[in-house]
């Protein structure tokens, strides 16, 4: 068993195309608020776990760091991030370049969701969307997103 | 995670797309995607350590600069070559009534339990059973593979599932059994080659396969490669 034959398995999976892809300038990245969303199905454990096929979004808060990996794929090695978060989740680096000014700030609020789907519409048209309103609504400039 | 990357960017926001698999993240084409070349679950790279986190995080930033839609390589790739196995020491026979797998389980929740005090639950073990019941879904698959149908076998949940909650009670045990952080997917390898409980999912799923059940109900107990 290697990495490279699971991932060889997804040689096949069709991608969503989009046929006008958007594009944001940036601001300024020192003045820039960074979120993270990720596909990795965190969740806090007080907050509601993700099932299979769920399409929905979790909000993850900067100051917590007890979240859990909630996806349902058994394709990826999850002790990378129980040992530590930033493999996945990279908040402390994000804190870090905060704090030596080369990114503005760090949103309170990021975004999980579950990867792995492979009926994509209702992200398409809902929870995407609602989303990025949320973190709109935020301020946030840029978002980083990371898969597992 | 592209897909997400297309909605994010066209509601304002200017994005940076990680992606592990080439062909994925090339294809979708997120707006700035940067292609690490990292194992799946392990998308900064290296755990515990501060200095390889940054330098990808450096080489995304970076792509803020293009004008334009931009997809980039990371210099750095991280190949598992599917030979390291966490070294864990595994608990000696306590009950000897006991099936070897449910003996083992047994003796390695000192371990699960000190793992979830260091680190907690990130894992995300007892989705689907407490880790209380790890030993009867052992005994159930056990049942499975000497030829039970699942659906009479007791299997607490999708065996899919329950599977999914053994490996995660067993990697967990490992953080405690371990010193170093593992390359990826050693533990994993351990789990289901070098213990009696990854044996039995192992001979549960095939048992399962070859009675002609559904196999998304099989499958998906393991690593899809296995």
Redesign the interface.
Known sequence: ???????????D?E????KV???????K?SE?KVAI?T?ASLHH?DDE?FS?GDVGYRVLESNKR???????????????????????F?I???D??AARG??GSVSDKHLS?A?NQFE?SA??MDS??A???F??EQD????????? | MSTLAHIFEAAGMATIALGSVKDQIKNAAPPRGLWCDFPLGRPLGIPQNAEFQHRVLAEAFSLLDSKQTVFKEYDIAIRDEGTEVMACALPPRHDPKAHPAVDEANGLRPAYERALAKYGNRIGAGRTIPSEQISEAIESFIRVAEGTPWKEAGVPGIPARVSQDIRGYYETAALALSDHAPEAWAGTRWFLDHTEAGKVVLSARQAMADAGEKQPIWFYMVPGDR
């Open positions: 068993m290697t990495d490279s034959d699971v991932k060889a398995m997804t040689a999976i991608v969503p195309s989009f892809a958007a594009f944001t300038s940036p601001v990245l820039a969303v596909s454990p776990g299979p007890d979240y859990v990996l909630g996806h349902w794929s058994p394709n990826f090695d999850a002790i990378g991030y129980a040992l530590d978060i930033n493999t996945v990279p402390d680096r994000l870090e370049l080369i990114i969701y990867g994509l992200i398409r995407g969307p989303g990025a309103k973190l709109k946030v400039d840029i978002v980083l997103l990371t898969p597992v």
